[in-house]
């Protein structure tokens, strides 16, 4: 995970990302561990929940939650290791207790968390509209966080539609996992079934070079006397 968040932070150090921390993956030290590292390698904000270690996502039934104290001490871990190595990564407490105890249990964990130190809340698996604006209203002025993920339990709506009922932050967790299973499953079949790979004419090799920092490698080298690239490709 740590690997990952890294290389996409990297891709574009000035876009913020956002990066799930699941469990924080063990006690107070591994995630203290895991905010120091998801820091170091460029990550912005990160969201700890209260499953057990062995987590499921949460747009599935049958999540098991942790007890109050044990989700405490993780959020503790990780606001203590922020403010030890000096770091602005924004702390993000999620709690998927909805499903299974209810609205005011989880607004009762997100409130626990906020007193210690949380940045964000992240009320997951939200069921109605107006289950968003009572959360919003519940626990102002701190942030919340809606997970936007289309064809779950939670409906849909615009980012301007989140903005207006006060969220501070939005996340759409299939918006390019979706396209991109489209694009490679139609794209596969028609390479199965007529033997042709035909394609929009601009994407050429070069072009998704470019798209993946060609060009400014190129400048990098040229201007500071560089010869790989004295021959253009």
């Given amino acids: 995970m740590r690997a990952h968040a890294e290389m996409i932070a990297n891709i574009n150090p000035s876009i913020p990302l956002i990066a799930d921390a699941d469990t924080g993956y063990g006690g107070p030290i591994m995630v203290a561990k895991n905010v120091e590292q998801y820091a170091r390698s ?6 700890i929940k209260d499953q057990v270690q ?4 949460g747009h599935l039934k049958g999540k098991e939650l942790v007890e109050l104290e044990v989700f405490s001490s993780r959020i503790r871990a990780a606001v203590a290791a922020r403010k030890r190595i000096g770091s602005d990564i924004v702390i993000i407490a999620r709690t998927d207790s909805l499903q299974g ?4 249990e989880a607004i009762r964990r997100l409130r626990a968390v906020r007193d210690l130190g949380a ?10 509209v107006d289950m968003f604006k009572n959360a919003v209203a519940d626990l102002a002025p701190w942030p919340l966080l809606l997970n936007m993920v289309e064809g779950g339990i939670t409906p849909t709506i615009s980012v301007e ?11 759409h967790h299939l918006a390019s996992l ?4 489209v694009a490679i499953q139609e794209g596969l079949t028609k390479l199965k ?4 790979m035909d394609h929009d004419p601009k994407l050429t090799p070069q072009f998704i070079f470019n798209v993946c920092g060609l060009e400014e490698s190129m400048a990098v080298d040229t201007e500071v006397g560089g010869m790989s690239f004295a021959q253009k490709p």
């Fill in 101 to 104: 105890f209810g609205y005011q």
């Fill in 54 to 57: 062995t987590k499921r996502c």
């Fill in 178 to 181: 979706n396209p991109a299973y």
């Fill in 193 to 196: 079934t007529t033997g042709r």
């Fill in 119 to 128: 940045d964000v809340g992240f009320l997951e698996g939200m069921t109605s």
């Fill in 42 to 47: 460029g990550v912005a904000g990160m969201h």
């Fill in 161 to 171: 539609e989140a903005e207006a009922i006060g969220f501070r932050l939005i996340i």
